[in-house]
């Protein structure tokens, strides 16, 4: 299984960014691809998932702001991220779980990328 992520880069406050994880390998039925984001010095944060049965979850960090979305025909999952503040600089992570789950927790998820910066200029 690899995921891949895309996207992040240099932004203005107010500004916008949509990150891409493109997944291969992945042949489950079920299953939940989730973006996490890591501040130097903060514990890993779990931002948005989605599943296979359609269902997302937001943190309430994000919410409203960011959304998450998949397309199945590309294999890839797109977190649309609008109204960006400083506070939303970190790498973020793409991670992949077998099975649905409506977490945010980073134990429920055994797949991981390897992050993208995102960098929010205030």
């Known amino acids: 299984v690899q995921l891949v992520e895309s996207g992040g880069g240099l932004v203005q406050a107010g500004g916008s960014l949509r990150l891409s994880c493109a997944v291969s390998?992945?042949?489950?039925?079920?299953?939940?691809v989730a973006w996490f984001r890591q501040a130097p010095g903060d514990v890993r944060e779990g931002v948005s998932c989605i599943s296979s049965d359609g269902t997302s979850l937001y943190s309430t960090s994000v919410k409203g702001r960011f959304t998450i979305s998949i397309d199945n025909a590309k294999n890839t999952v797109y977190l649309q991220m609008n109204s960006l503040k400083p506070e939303d600089t970190a790498v973020y992570y793409c991670?992949?779980?077998?099975?649905?789950?409506?977490?945010?927790?980073?134990?429920?998820?055994?797949?991981w990328g390897q992050g993208t910066q995102v960098t929010v200029s205030s």
């Open positions: 991670a992949a779980a077998s099975w649905i789950t409506g977490s945010l927790h980073y134990g429920e998820y055994d797949y």
């Open positions: 390998g992945f042949a489950f039925d079920r299953y939940t």
